[in-house]
């Protein structure tokens, strides 16, 4: 998706804008339902939504951040997004699996 949006719109910034809002809603309920799987009760969905997308506005501003310093340290911008990808993948998981969907 970033590669499309970077291609299209010419914006290193808006293409990850862009791969964010589209790919949060897929991934919510794709994650929550692996997350949550073999559960009973829980908290309510709303509460779920809510701190997913707390969670996803600080990895969209983490991979702006971490996107922008690879680009100013010369790295191309379809490299860049995949190191950074794989830095705050990992992160992510981790802390929607301890946290989001405890």
Do not use: D, W
């Amino acid at each position: 998706m970033f590669i499309v949006l970077k291609f299209g719109v010419g914006s290193v910034i808006l293409a990850i804008v862009g791969a964010r809002v589209f790919s949060s809603i897929y991934n919510f309920f794709i994650n929550r339902s692996i997350m949550m799987a073999g559960t009973t009760g829980g908290q309510k969905v709303r509460v779920h939504i809510v701190k997913y997308y707390i969670l996803t506005l600080c990895i969209l501003g983490a991979n702006i951040g971490l996107v922008s310093l690879f680009l100013n340290l010369g790295i191309g911008p379809v490299a860049a997004k995949f190191i950074t990808e794989c830095v705050l993948f990992p992160l992510s998981f981790i802390i929607q699996k301890r946290v989001v969907f405890k």
